[in-house]
């Protein structure tokens, strides 16, 4: 009992530096996709109906621990069945056109192998179920520059060759 109440006032001293040098981070995000022509307008936007139809949900969630160690997962539902998506963290919100989302972001800036994978990138690739269900995880060991990752792009095929057939505005957070 003692021993326990020790270990706790231990860890909660340990927990408030890691909170003072580098804050921790989670968010919970969700959205109906709709295209870019809707009246009112969604932070999901789908470009390509086929692969994303209207309707078509997305929830995201980012886990950014006090040492800058990161978590996202991405779930979808309402997709085409059996279809093999790409998707990524890109740098800037969503727009009424695909572009508008920019590059990817990239934890070390670069345009060659070494920078375009998914160890220096957030990449989110999966497959949608019978019942147009997804969900990916991506796991790394640093954290988002702060206002620099804005959006999730999901893309016609996994890897990086794919269009972008829809995206989703999210506010990523991470240090400065
Ligand atoms: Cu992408």
Redesign the pocket.
Known sequence: MVAAVYTGALAAALFATGTASTPGFTLDASGVFSPPTATVASKAVTYDQKLVPAGALINVRQQTGPGGATTVELRVAGLKAGHQY???I?QKACGAKPDA?GK?YQDKAGTDAAHVNNKNEAWLDFKADANGIGHATARHGWAFRKGQAGSV?I?SEPG?K?A?AACFTVPFGGTS
Do not use: K, M
Request: cysteine-free; overall charge positive; aromatic content about 0%.
């Open positions: 790409g998707a990524h890109h989302a990817h792009v893309h990086t794919g972008r």
